[in-house]
């Protein structure tokens, strides 16, 4: 945890400070609902209902926290994908993998306790942009439903561990991860 806790911070800072600056956006998206009304009256209905595109659910809150949810999905992923790389391969690089080899301590351990502390920074990232979530969605939405807002956020967190298990799985094949380790 401690070699994690700037990049950790950074990220958390930068991510949850963007899904602010997004859902500040929501009023005057909501204003403008008469021009998404003329965009969309252009296309034909069934191009409409083929992307599954209703205004109603678009303008609302959680609609919108989808919308911008979707972008920030990629930071999360890209997030546990190099914490699953760098995972193994900064204690192969560092040669600490050596020493930790050498105590009494079993190895599926030391994986389980790594796995553990990159399981908890996820989980944290997570929990910092659900209460910038649920602090919009008491400013804004018309109506307030902290179960969706978490569905919504807590749903990430299956990818982001999906994304961490396929990292570490490229960490551990290939033994050494040249880039960001920070």
């Known amino acids: 945890l401690k070699t994690e806790k700037k990049a950790f911070l950074i990220w958390a800072i930068s991510l949850t400070v963007t899904l602010l600056l997004f859902l500040f956006m929501y009023p005057s998206i909501l204003k403008e609902k008469q021009a998404y009304e003329k965009i969309l009256a252009v296309y034909p209905k069934e191009v409409l209902e083929a992307f599954a595109i209703e205004l109603d659910t678009l303008l609302s809150f959680h609609g ?3 919308y911008v949810y979707g972008y920030l999905l990629l930071a ?24 930790l080899f050498t105590k009494p301590v079993k190895r599926s351990r030391v994986l389980l306790e790594k796995g553990l502390a990159d399981f908890f920074l996820m989980g944290l990232l997570t929990f910092f942009l659900l209460l910038a979530a649920l602090f919009m969605e008491n400013l804004y939405a018309e109506e307030r439903n902290p179960g969706i807002t978490f569905l919504i956020v807590f749903s990430a967190f299956f990818l982001q561990m999906l994304f961490y298990s396929l990292g570490l799985l490229i960490g551990i094949m290939k033994r050494k991860v040249r880039f960001f380790s920070s």
């Open 76 to 99: 999360l992923v890209i997030y546990s994908m190099r914490l699953g790389l760098t995972a193994i391969g900064k204690e192969i690089s560092r040669n600490t993998s050596e020493f």
């Open 64 to 66: 919108y926290l989808c």
